[in-house]
């Protein structure tokens, strides 16, 4: 039998990874008919997040809670998605963002990002969205 190569492991896993992300996402982020119990506008803030970076969000989950398998993917799959219900994708990008920018910038330059009232709100949010998302998707 053929032994696999170290580099041609890693990239089945991350191909698989990535397939396997994009199928969980897709297969959680369909639409439904809003009903009288179902406003119209949580339906649209769920859903208004584009494939691309919920597929982002969940590898980049996926490689800080201790790499692939079926267990983080779930996890930071329900997670993004817990985190749609609470924020806008709007809202979403611009807390991480706010977050990223300062973080990486101390002093006065970082302060533009980390001191306005938007910025900490959004960080806010964001960090109890995760938080509550973590504890309803049981992420480890």
């Known amino acids: ?8 492991y890693k990239y089945i896993s991350y191909s698989l990874g990535i397939f396997l992300s994009a199928l969980l996402i897709g297969c959680t982020s369909t639409v439904e008919k809003p009903t009288e119990q179902t406003p119209v506008e949580t339906t649209s803030l769920v859903n208004d997040y584009p494939t691309r970076d919920r597929v982002e969000y969940v590898l980049n989950c996926v490689a800080q809670h201790g790499g692939l398998n079926y267990i983080n993917q779930y996890a930071c799959g329900c997670k993004i998605d817990k985190i749609a219900e609470k924020l806008t994708f709007s809202e979403f990008e611009s807390a991480k963002t706010f977050t990223y920018l300062s973080k990486g910038q101390t002093g006065d330059a970082g302060a533009v990002f980390r001191d306005p009232a938007q910025s900490k709100d959004l960080r806010a949010r964001l960090k109890e969205a995760e938080a509550s998302a973590e504890k309803s998707c049981f992420v480890k």
Do not use: H
Request: net charge neutral; glycine share 0%; charged share 25%.
């Open 1 to 8: 039998m053929e032994s696999i190569s170290p580099m041609k």
